[in-house]
């Protein structure tokens, strides 16, 4: 099996072995490619950000290719990383995609991370796959560079830490200088990266799998740095893990990709769990909380979105006048209570409260949940090259309805609109979302940060927010370069 990455070619020998039944696992031996390399379920995809191949960004052809995409922790703005380079753009907007910054001197980026709205920027390039590189876009300058003793898979920043996740290991820096405080070495592998950190730095909360065959997370206290709890939440290998953005709230799915759950963090209660689907497994590629924590939004390789709603039976609105229907839905939720307890739990999974409906299926896309123009938005960043923004509806929910799309790349090397496959701007379900009131945070009240750093106008930031020694984000003044050159 020959497999090429921009300038890393391996060839490779696939033996095949049951595991689990039915499930079969490949043993990837070989030559590894440059830095070490080696592809994992989904090649270079890991879960929370895009990547992707030649094949999936219109081959050859395609003069400036996205490689991999990602949003930034408050989603006010949008990576995208080229064979050329990287782009940011701002999501302000929907009828418009604002580019903010291009960088044109770093070839195959495949990992882009932005902090917030500030400056600093993290990127890895598949010519250097070991070595993790920081800039102040805005000056042009690198702040620092460490190198690793493997590839780096994946990077999680908040304004407290910054984690570079590799196959066996996990390294822990402090944003404010990027020294490094902790090495959690030795860790189950974890071909693809897998961890999910709080963008809460008064916990940041870290969580990875603790078992490389059954699905347990283990929540680290990247601030305290020591281990907090062990969740045992799926039987099978994990494939996908989200927090909410106050952290007290950790998503998860296992690699069949038919039930995703919900837990409080450090605790490790379930409180919500949520079908997919029963028909066939699926790749889950993204989790996202809503900043309300209300919604939870699911993406995989199929051709349809999941969006699912947070909230109790006792929450749900009841009928003003009983029918028969709704009587026998009660009788036979309450004999699920005599029930097996694996049957129970299947009947009592709550399913999608809205969906939305791609035009494309096998391709791999990352979504998001936020508030643009002070209504609730479904963003999606898929692989064959577009940004396609849905409107969602907070009290009804069904089916979404595709207001934009954005191409994140073209021939002339600049993004722009494409009008086909859209909705009228004018139908049942946009207007009953501009109608009634949202029970989404508005963009004056939604928890977030401006491009200076500071919170949003008109609001006040409680106490705890502020962690000692943090980062305040003042470009000027906050990135110095740093000496440091090798981990």
Known sequence: LLLGRGRGIGIWEATWRRVSGSRWSPLWRGAEPAGGARPGRGGWFGCGALRMSQSDAGGEGATIAPLCASFNQDCTSLAVGTNSGYKLFSLASVDGLEEIYRCTDTPDVYIVERLFSSSLVVIVSLSTPRRMNVYHFKKGTEI???????????????????????????????????????????????????????????????AYPGNATIGEIVIYDANNLHNVSVIPAHDGPLAALAFNFSGSKLASASEKGTVIRVFSTPEGEKLYEFRRGMKRYVNIGSLAFSKDSQFLSASSNTETIHIFKLEQPSQRPQEESPSWSGYMGKMFMAATNYLPTQMSDIINQ?????????????????????????????????????????????????????????????????????????????????????????SMPSASTASGYSEEGGALRGEIIPEHEFAAGTLHLDDETEFPPVSIQNN
């Not at 390294?171 to 200088?177: A, E, G, L, P, T």
């Not at 990266?193 to 709080?198: F, N, V």
């Not at 940004?387 to 722009?416: A, F, M, Q, T, W």
């Open 350 to 438: 709550d399913r999608a409260f809205a969906t939305v409906r791609l035009n494309f299926s096998g391709q791999r896309s990352i979504c998001t949940l936020t508030i643009i123009q002070k209504l609730p938005r479904l963003l999606v960043a898929a692989s064959d090259g577009f940004l396609y923004i849905y409107n969602l509806d907070p009290h009804d929910g069904g089916e979404c309805v595709l207001i934009k799309k954005h191409r994140l790349h073209n021939e002339g090397d600049s993004c722009g609109s494409d009008k086909s496959d859209l909705a009228p701007s004018i139908s049942p379900t946009y207007a009953a979302t501009v109608a009634k009131t949202s």
């Open 144 to 206: 620092c560079n460490y190198s690793y003793s493997n590839t780096i898979l994946t990077v999680r920043l908040n304004r407290q830490r910054l984690i570079v996740c590799l196959e066996e290991s996990i390294y822990i820096h402090n944003i404010k200088d990027l020294k490094l405080l902790k090495t959690i070495q030795d860790i189950p592998v974890n071909r693809t990266g897998l961890c999910a950190l709080s963008i809460n730095h008064s916990n940041s909360y870290l």
